[in-house]
């Protein structure tokens, strides 16, 4: 028997009592006479004493230990002369009898503590020593403990967890699949899921009325910071549901996981912005609501008033920093380099200052008056005291630049708090986006998403005025899930591949069973799914999935623990007739 | 709104309500003036009636209606006059005032009913289709429910479910990988896992102490019956155990499954059978215990008695069929000819009935004496009345053949019955299997195992002599799971893979961050995998598992409802730098 307690559990009430413990080394402390071993194990740490009436055999062997060794140890539970509060075991210590070397250690590559002097790459490659800190061991958890309140909720609304395959085929929208050859047919192809729609949407033809999984997805992309080739995803899909109906029921997963994973309760609605809105206020889809800050737009009122700059832009627009009147020359030339960042690409920055003493100070006094300066404050209900930032240009990309200097600003004045919590939906996305350099509409969903009954008309005259029954659930500004209503009818589906240029033969090869299975009396459905890596990292209050995935790749796709991908032998690519061309 | 009930839960109090219900239609009865529309969806069936106060020109619409058709219903909710006890919505009907065709339906290839009259393959093509079906879905809504209290009893024994990563390394033993081509690191290969044996081992060293996940694996075998390239496994494991400890905890789990699934509780301890004796008794590792029959070996008492048939052979040995005695020439007939059909293999079979009357006839007669017969008996335990089946031949042929007829033997004397478990642990596997074709050994569970420290001293006299901590769980001769304690050493791993002449070069390859790992204090660990789709068929009385999966693949691997796998373009295959050789 290796322990009867765990390195976590022992009190004060169990002071007297003859344990064993197992667990690594976390620090050794030599006092002279007496040495002090720190016990640990995934559930906490103890202490364990080492004194005077200690056997010489086993003071020679406590000489030899050394961090992260894994030893098993025996001894009286004893009260601590100098407690510590910190440490949930911190008023006991061990007096041990017996000691045994389990398994020894050589020295890690990098300090196994809260703070380590591991560089990434380094952790990286030695994961699962770095998976030993408490702050990574903690993220697991938290995930662990979201999976199984995410089953428990779901299961108590009577959705089925139901697996659908992962050696599936090959379809053309989307990002690139991953394939995989098959031996057995061979010359063809396996594809690894992008995710399970089709086959949610089957189960739903199917009857099973609500379905979810948690499920690993694949997609073959060029690797952006933060992308993973697999990543998991909380699928879910309902049957004889409209819009508000998945809305409320996933509303009521994620209040559910608020409260048991954070201890928050929403009384309120999730806030529903419309994309248009969300779009014109914030300069994008998932605005992060933790603060206020609205764009204002000002192309009528500060247009015709000379300043070249703004008389010949489609669009003028700003924000009102609250109490920020008095921001150096030092601060708002950060600003402006800020703006004009490459990946922010706005020209120059306006600035207004609405002084306290009720004047106006701007970058722009040449040309605007302090009642023209007056009307934009009364416009961006600014107050005494405020500052208002102004960029310039076309439409969408000042919005985007917009948008990226509000969530400066929001960062700068710490309105951007990671404890607090700003969920909301964004609805009535368009059905369609248009690609000017394929010349063709893309689904800005996928596919399977129905229009708005209303807009059906549009899809002759005018698609790219049709809006979705699509809707993304956003907190803090990170787009956590989406999802939509679907088509559940033939014609409309294949309407729909029409207008993305797919062409009908096509279609029928990649998508003919579900074509097929809407044949044969499929629901109105919907559903949602939900990036289950970014939920955690947003309740852990991380900008990283990579730290909630317990072995992740890095940006070339590569785990270099295992250092995979690999080479294959010859014999294997034989197998499967396959060749290896020449780079 | 489509709905205000499901299909399954209006009741008696529930009359006089106005409700809509939204479903299929599974069947139309028109008895002239009335017309009874039965409603389906997942949860159950609700009778509509159609009667004189109908509108016509709701009549002309139910007129148009047809099975598996999906409509949205609104009426009142009436007591029937003929109640149906059967179902339990059957002491009310709906009178419908308003009916929308929500969508149509052709008719379905083959009837939507518990007996449905389509063939094996038509209901694959169709497997949408087929899971409508009661007993399908029914068998889904059983793993669901086996999926959701598997964790709800792991978790509240604090173990983790840990996502390991499907993108992994192509691993020398053990079955063929399914591999998947990267495009980012072209050339090389990712492989999808068989099991998250090494990542599980991984995290026990990163000190997560018990694990678990329920997960896919991939096997890329030529399928026999009932074998899937992708099945799911309950896959765990812990820290700091030995066997007792794993056995315990899983069998913890076992009878929570028991209990919540099929209503059963088990007081004692599952019996744990030593392999050796499974093989001596039973002729299997996978015995089925519903039955006793027992093998009773004869060899030393049968011999010498001038039957050439018996005197030349390494084993003779027997079952007895209680009360068998009796059995016609005819049956005898039966058996013989089973006992020698090629996947049996036995040369022929010696009968002995032991008749009521205390004499007895055999079809040895002619070599053996009534007392030699009688000396039989004694040793076998039979009684007046039973019938004694004896096999003879090498032993381990004989021990299969025997296992084979005795398993004959329960079935023809209903003693296999499939709502009946008897659950049982085979342990002490040997640790090395002998292959002769290719001269070598193989690890019998695989090479992680750890052999009994007490015959670790075998490893260079007779390593196959060597027995394993590992161990299979069983339930009715079906094999359900299996695991061992595994090597935490280095030296100890590098000696296994010597052994089964894995040369260290490629040991490091594939392996080398596991035995890395293994030097920064490794503790002792094990674990135990469960087949999910197996486990749930067994609970579910079925042979298949197949039956148990949602969608799943034929015996070439192929999924006939997608038509995976398929060609997939030049330019994916381009972009992967790889060629398909012609045949």
């Known amino acids: 028997m290796y322990r009867t307690h765990t390195c976590g559990e022992l009190r004060i009430n169990d002071v007297g009592q003859e344990v064993t413990l197992s667990g690594w080394i976390q620090a050794i402390r030599n006092l002279g006479g007496m040495t002090f071993i720190t016990l640990r194990d995934r559930y906490g740490l103890t202490q364990l004493v080492f004194d005077e009436n200690t056997s010489d055999e086993l003071i020679s062997r406590v000489a030899n230990l050394g961090r992260e060794y894994v030893i098993k140890v025996t001894g009286k539970v004893i009260e601590r002369s100098s407690k510590n509060a910190k440490m949930p075991t911190g008023e006991i210590e061990i007096i041990a009898s017996e000691l045994f070397v389990l398994n020894k250690s050589d020295i890690p590559p990098f300090t196994i503590e809260d703070e380590t002097d591991g560089g990434d790459e380094l952790r990286m490659k030695y994961r699962y020593l770095d998976l030993r800190r408490n702050p990574v061991r903690e993220n697991l958890e938290l995930r662990h403990k979201m999976g199984q309140e995410i089953r428990k909720f779901l299961d108590g609304e009577r959705f089925m967890e139901i697996e659908t395959p992962y050696l599936i085929k090959s379809t053309p929208e989307g990002a690139r699949d991953f394939i995989v050859p098959s031996r057995m047919n061979p010359g063809e192809f396996y594809a690894l899921p992008q995710s399970p729609q089709t086959f949610k949407q089957l189960l739903m033809i199917s009857g099973f009325d609500k379905y979810f999984q948690i499920v ?34 996933f509303e009521g997963l994620a209040k559910h996981l608020f409260y048991e994973i954070k201890g928050l309760t929403f009384n309120e609605k999730f806030p529903q912005i419309l994309y248009d809105d969300a779009m014109k206020y914030y300069g994008s889809d998932k605005p992060d609501l933790r603060f206020d800050m609205k764009f204002s737009e000002l192309t009528e009122i500060a247009q015709g008033k000379g300043f070249k700059v703004f008389d010949s832009v489609e669009y003028i627009g700003g924000i009102n920093a609250k109490k920020c009147a008095e921001y150096s020359r030092k601060k708002l030339d950060e600003l402006t380099a800020f703006v004009q960042k490459p990946q922010v690409g706005a020209k120059g920055l306006v600035y207004v200052k609405y002084n306290l003493d009720g004047t106006f100070k701007s970058s722009v006094d040449k040309f605007f008056s302090a009642e023209d300066l007056k009307n934009w404050a009364d416009h961006m209900n600014a107050e005494p005291g405020d500052l208002l930032l102004v960029l310039a240009g076309n439409r969408n990309d000042t919005l985007s630049a917009l948008n990226d200097l509000r969530l400066e600003m929001g960062e700068r004045l710490g309105l951007r708090d990671k404890n607090k919590f700003a969920p909301c939906w964004v609805v009535d996305f368009p059905l369609l986006e248009w690609n000017e350099e394929e010349n063709r509409y893309f689904a800005k969903h996928h596919p399977f998403t129905s229009p708005k009954e209303e ?43 029409e207008i993305l240029g797919i062409p009908k033969k096509e279609a029928e090869e990649k998508f003919g069973f579900l074509l097929n299975a809407f044949k044969y009396g499929a629901p109105p459905h919907g559903g949602i799914a939900f990036g289950f890596d970014r939920w955690c990292s947003v309740f852990g209050g991380s900008e990283s999935i990579r730290d909630y995935i317990a072995f992740p790749k890095n940006n070339s796709g590569r785990d270099v623990m295992i250092d995979s991908p690999s080479d294959v032998g010859e014999k294997q690519l034989n197998e499967l007739l396959l060749k290896v061309m020449k780079k």
Chains 1, 2 share one sequence.
């Open 455 to 497: 807009d059906i008309n549009l899809f002759d005259s005018d698609p790219g005025k049709m809006r979705a029954n699509a809707y993304d659930f956003v907190i803090n500004g990170v787009e956590i899930g989406g999802g939509s209503i679907r088509i559940f009818k033939t014609e409309l589906q294949q309407k729909m591949f």
């Open 216 to 249: 690993k997805c694949f997609r073959d992309e060029d690797l952006r910071a933060d992308r993973q080739p697999e990543f998991t995803q909380i699928d879910c899909e309902m049957s004889f549901v409209d819009q508000e109906d998945v809305l409320n029921t």
